[in-house]
């Protein structure tokens, strides 16, 4: 029997790494991701990295048709000979390819990023993926190779093919700023606008003198005593540009807050101002003792009256406010008119400037023009007795209040100086003191 020559294992092996082991790496790939800003239709380049030496050149793009539309290659590389073929194939409703093909006998090399071409599209709907395809055709129409002609080594697909992704990034319109156009300093205030549609973040400019901080379409804003009157904006922004500003006017009106206690409604135990009563009850609601009327006044003779409000609520801790007219910008005096006490005037002028104004009655005489209130512990009170308001409590105040305590009338009367919804001793001695005191109205001489 003629025996068969056995080949070595060894030289079975050194074939098999020639054959597979020393295939050159393919150049990088990539199709360029697109944003859509304006109209409809974009480009998509294709560039390469590590093309040196290449003899042809066969890729494949998948695409959805329902999502975007083909139109042309254009920008072909002219380092390219024989020109490159570029065909649109059909293969179902939902799935179109483009196959890109070049081929030359002589190998060429282009510089690291070239562009082998710009492959038109228009926007139809969603978020397109160009997709290269390298497992179809056994991985065939994804295919370099080399100068002698040799397939080229494109495994892993993800680290020489890189996908394209089209995002529409057209900017919509910016709607209108919802939120309160009169607001008060201290306060914080809640703006929005409807979401802009493809905007990635939000620029908000905020009333001079606010603070808030937001790239979204709602933001928060602080207003202060020095907050003005004046537009909050904003507009929404992405990648491709910024849309048009939408503006709401704020009015940030001014408040002016007063601290200061009655003597006839002041509880000594408590610290706190009892609630006036009438013949039903108490008189009014909530936390409010009584009410009284404010003025503010020139600061130069003959200090007439700028401005007044009445029926403004004072609250049993001392302490009420109220919005001011913003054109009140300059220096006045406060001014506490109240039905059976004696005015009682600042002492001295106090700035408007700001939109928070505070002022404290309480901590010391000298608050009161001619250090004019009553000291009772740790509190300073404004007077009573000045039943008929002529701003000293004296004998026609004396003879008023016996008239209404001899009748015993309830109610909500000026003669009732505590507020307890009777007229009685304890009324008349309040008055009494008050008028062997000579208690009286002080302000700048008129």
Same mark, same amino acid.
């Given at each position: 029997?003629?025996?068969?020559?056995?080949?070595?294992?060894?030289?079975?092996?050194?074939?098999?790494?020639?054959?597979?082991?020393?295939?050159?790496?393919?150049?990088?790939?990539?199709?360029?991701?697109?944003?859509?800003?304006?109209?409809?239709?974009?480009?998509?380049?294709?560039?390469?990295?590590?093309?040196?030496?290449?003899?042809?050149?066969?890729?494949?793009?998948?695409?959805?048709?329902?999502?975007?539309?083909? +139109?042309?290659?254009?920008?072909?590389? +002219? !380092?390219?000979?024989?020109?490159?073929?570029?065909?649109?194939?059909?293969?179902?409703?939902?799935?179109?390819?483009?196959?890109?093909?070049?081929?030359?006998?002589?190998?060429?090399?282009?510089? %690291?990023?070239?562009?082998?071409?710009?492959?038109?599209?228009?926007?139809?709907?969603?978020?397109?993926?160009?997709?290269?395809?390298? %497992?179809?055709? !056994?991985?065939?129409?994804?295919?370099?190779?080399?100068?002698?002609?040799?397939?080229?080594?494109?495994?892993?697909?993800?680290?020489?093919?890189?996908?394209?992704?089209?995002?529409?990034?057209?900017? /919509?319109?910016?709607?209108?700023?919802?939120?309160?156009?009169?607001?008060?300093?201290?306060?914080?205030?809640?703006?929005?606008?409807?979401?802009?549609?493809?905007?990635?973040?939000?620029?908000?400019?905020?009333?001079?003198?606010?603070?808030?901080?937001?790239?979204?379409?709602?933001?928060?804003?602080?207003?202060?005593?020095?907050?003005?009157?004046?537009?909050?904006?904003?507009?929404?922004?992405?990648?491709?540009?910024?849309?048009?500003?939408?503006?709401?006017?704020?009015?940030?009106?001014?408040?002016?807050?007063?601290?200061?206690?009655?003597?006839?409604?002041?509880?000594?135990?408590?610290?706190?101002?009892?609630?006036?009563?009438?013949?039903?009850?108490?008189?009014?609601? !909530?936390?409010?003792?009584?009410?009284?009327?404010?003025?503010?006044?020139?600061?130069?003779?003959?200090?007439?009256? $700028?401005?007044?409000?009445?029926?403004?609520?004072?609250? %049993?801790?001392?302490?009420?406010?109220? +919005?001011?007219?913003?054109?009140?910008?300059?220096?006045?005096?406060?001014?506490?008119?109240?039905?059976?006490? $004696?005015?009682?005037?600042?002492? #001295?002028?106090?700035?408007?400037?700001?939109?928070?104004?505070?002022?404290?009655?309480?901590?010391?005489?000298?608050?009161?023009?001619?250090?004019?209130?009553?000291?009772?512990?740790?509190?300073?009170?404004?007077?009573?007795?000045?039943?008929? #308001?002529?701003?000293?409590?004296?004998?026609?105040?004396?003879?008023?209040?016996?008239?209404?305590?001899?009748?015993?009338?309830?109610?909500?009367?000026?003669?009732?100086?505590? /507020?307890?919804? #009777?007229?009685?001793?304890?009324? $008349?001695?309040?008055?009494?003191?008050? !008028?062997?005191?000579?208690?009286?109205?002080? #302000?700048?001489?008129?």
């Amino acid at each position: 029997m003629k025996s068969i020559p056995r080949i070595p294992l060894l030289l079975i092996f050194c074939s098999i790494i020639l054959n597979y082991s020393f295939a050159l790496d393919a150049p990088i790939t990539s199709a360029g991701s697109a944003n859509i800003c304006s109209g409809n239709t974009f480009k998509v380049p294709i560039t390469v990295v590590g093309f040196n030496d290449i003899t042809a050149v066969s890729l494949r793009l998948d695409y959805n048709p329902t999502q975007v539309s083909y +139109s042309n290659a254009t920008g072909i590389n +002219s !380092s390219l000979p024989g020109g490159v073929i570029v065909n649109k194939i059909v293969v179902n409703s939902t799935l179109h390819k483009i196959m890109i093909i070049w081929s030359d006998v002589n190998p060429v090399t282009l510089s %690291t990023g070239s562009k082998l071409l710009d492959l038109n599209f228009t926007y139809l709907a969603g978020t397109p993926v160009l997709t290269f395809n390298n %497992t179809s055709n !056994s991985g065939n129409d994804c295919e370099y190779a080399d100068a002698v002609g040799d397939p080229m080594n494109d495994s892993p697909t993800n680290t020489f093919y890189f996908n394209s992704t089209v995002s529409y990034m057209v900017l /919509g319109t910016v709607g209108a700023i919802s939120g309160p156009t009169s607001v008060f300093p201290q306060s914080i205030e809640t703006y929005s606008t409807p979401p802009i549609t493809n905007a990635t973040s939000y620029n908000w400019t905020l009333p001079d003198g606010s603070s808030g901080s937001s790239t979204t379409n709602t933001i928060s804003v602080t207003f202060t005593s020095n907050s003005f009157s004046s537009p909050i904006a904003v507009n929404g922004e992405n990648a491709c540009g910024v849309t048009t500003t939408a503006s709401l006017y704020v009015t940030v009106n001014k408040v002016l807050k007063l601290k200061f206690f009655l003597e006839g409604l002041y509880n000594p135990i408590s610290l706190h101002l009892n609630k006036a009563k009438d013949q039903y009850g108490y008189r009014f609601g !909530s936390d409010t003792a009584d009410i009284y009327t404010i003025e503010l006044h020139s600061n130069t003779h003959p200090y007439q009256t $700028i401005y007044s409000a009445t029926n403004i609520n004072l609250n %049993t801790d001392g302490t009420s406010q109220m +919005s001011i007219p913003n054109n009140l910008n300059g220096s006045y005096y406060i001014v506490i008119n109240h039905r059976n006490h $004696i005015n009682i005037w600042a002492s #001295q002028t106090v700035s408007f400037q700001n939109n928070l104004i505070e002022y404290d009655f309480t901590d010391n005489a000298f608050k009161a023009f001619g250090n004019n209130l009553k000291q009772a512990g740790i509190h300073y009170l404004i007077p009573c007795g000045d039943i008929n #308001q002529d701003n000293i409590v004296d004998a026609l105040d004396m003879i008023a209040i016996d008239n209404m305590a001899a009748v015993q009338e309830p109610g909500y009367l000026p003669e009732d100086q505590n /507020g307890d919804g #009777q007229i009685n001793l304890t009324d $008349i001695l309040l008055v009494e003191n008050n !008028s062997t005191s000579f208690v009286a109205t002080n #302000q700048p001489v008129l």
